[in-house]
């Protein structure tokens, strides 16, 4: 098949950010079918921010049509809103003139569907739209998006999106639910969750040696590690307030919170006036996605925080997926379809969503228990290779794919 994937925030494992895109990308490839992605600079490396030009390039073996669009976590919402429509008239007019079979879209942003449905008509092929958020659900429920006329159009959008649609797949059973209830048959829905890459994380407790030591570690001494978006429907700071609360039960708790976005200034100053910053709070700057096996193989537990809002249990967080093919415990403090692995598998523990104290408490239990952590480390490994597997997951995506162009399946 010839693939033409839709993603703005394309990134391989030299850069940081999800790498969902380009991990499906190269096994496809693999199993001899010509993929070409369409992209924006935002998440890529320097060397691939100077472009004033729609550029073809091929990035860690994937081939990509990048498009010198603007893009960081740390823009305001509207701000954003004007970039991705950029974006989206652009990738259409790109999308229009490549020869392919299928266009395979994944949001968010939600305007990835304009290219997406562009490619469909003009060049009569199936359209697969991949649902990572449930956009506008989420900018609504938090407050972001609060122009009537814009819910409306983003409303509209989302139903259009999901009818132009051959396939729909979707992250999580949460948002597989979401969908149905936009008018779609469930035969056309697919859930494909984020996967485990266990080529790249699976690696020995050694490797976490530099980063313990680097952080000034005793052996032993427990690790909460954060890694992700710095953003306001990520709650970072919760764990800060987590760490100030900690004290008391387990002062010799450390925490390690990586990342970017628009409160990343906001959380450190907080850190710093808690008394916190680099004492038992240390925050880094994002690294590539290749160094973050040595760091989750520091970290005694790992941690996916979101907002207290209902519309965010049915994300598929990719830390969540990292951690186990880390072979390490998880925590959260959200509901939905993660907390209940959690309970039926005992890899990892659900906090107070806005509760410092009561989190602490039950962190601080969680990390004095050898025999737990041991038993939630080998129980994530195993469902890392049994369950979530990467390799699993995009054979399961090309079976779609294949579907959709009418091929018969094997």
């Known amino acids: 098949m010839r693939i033409l994937y839709l993603y703005q925030y394309f990134v391989a494992r030299q850069g940081h950010g999800m790498t969902r895109t380009y991990e499906f990308a190269r096994r496809l490839i693999d199993r001899g079918h010509d993929v070409t992605v369409v992209t924006l600079p935002g998440y890529l490396p320097a060397e691939y921010q100077g472009y004033r030009r729609i550029t073809r390039l091929t990035i860690e073996g994937v081939p990509v049509i990048l498009i010198p669009v603007a893009y960081s976590n740390y823009m305001s919402f509207s701000q954003r809103m004007v970039q991705f429509i950029k974006f989206a008239l652009l990738a259409s007019w790109v999308s229009m003139r490549q020869a392919v079979d299928v ?230 403090n959200y509901g939905g379809w993660q907390a209940d692995i959690l309970k039926e598998t005992g890899i990892g523990i659900q906090l107070s969503e806005n509760d410092p104290e009561a989190a602490a408490r039950t962190l601080a239990d969680f990390l004095s228990s050898s025999d737990r952590l041991a038993h939630a480390r080998l129980r994530a490994r195993e469902l890392a290779y049994h369950r979530f597997h990467r390799d699993v997951m995009a054979r399961d995506l090309e079976q779609v794919l294949r579907k959709a162009v009418g091929e018969d399946l094997d």
């Not at 850190?271 to 004492?279: C, I, R, V």
Request: net charge neutral; hydrophobic share 50%.
């Open 103 to 332: 266009v395979y879209a994944s949001s968010g942003p939600l305007t990835i569907a304009i290219p997406a449905i562009a490619a469909r008509a003009w060049q009569r092929i199936p359209m697969v739209f991949e649902v990572r958020d449930l956009w506008p659900r989420l900018p609504i429920a938090i407050g972001a998006l609060k122009n009537p006329v814009a819910k409306q159009l983003a409303l509209l959008l989302e139903w259009v999106a999901y009818h132009a649609a051959t396939h729909v797949v979707a992250l999580s059973p949460g948002m597989k639910e979401g969908v149905i209830a936009r008018g779609i048959a469930v035969d056309k829905i697919t859930v494909i969750p984020n996967s485990c890459d266990l080529d790249l994380f699976d690696v020995p407790e050694s490797a976490g040696a530099v980063i313990r030591e680097r952080l000034g570690l005793s052996e032993g001494q427990p690790l909460v590690v954060y890694a992700g978006t710095f953003g306001r429907m990520n709650h970072v700071g919760f764990l800060v307030e987590l760490a100030h609360s900690i004290r008391a039960h387990l002062p010799e708790c450390r925490f390690l919170l990586i990342g970017s976005g628009a409160e990343f200034e906001q959380v450190t100053a907080q850190a710093a006036e808690m008394g916190l910053l680099d004492k038992s709070v240390f925050i880094w700057k994002p690294v590539p996605k290749s160094e973050m096996p040595a760091i989750l193989a520091a970290a005694t537990i790992a941690t996916s925080m979101f907002l207290p809002v209902r519309e965010m249990w049915d994300n598929s967080a990719n830390k969540f997926f990292d951690a186990l093919a880390a072979g390490r415990p998880i925590a959260i």
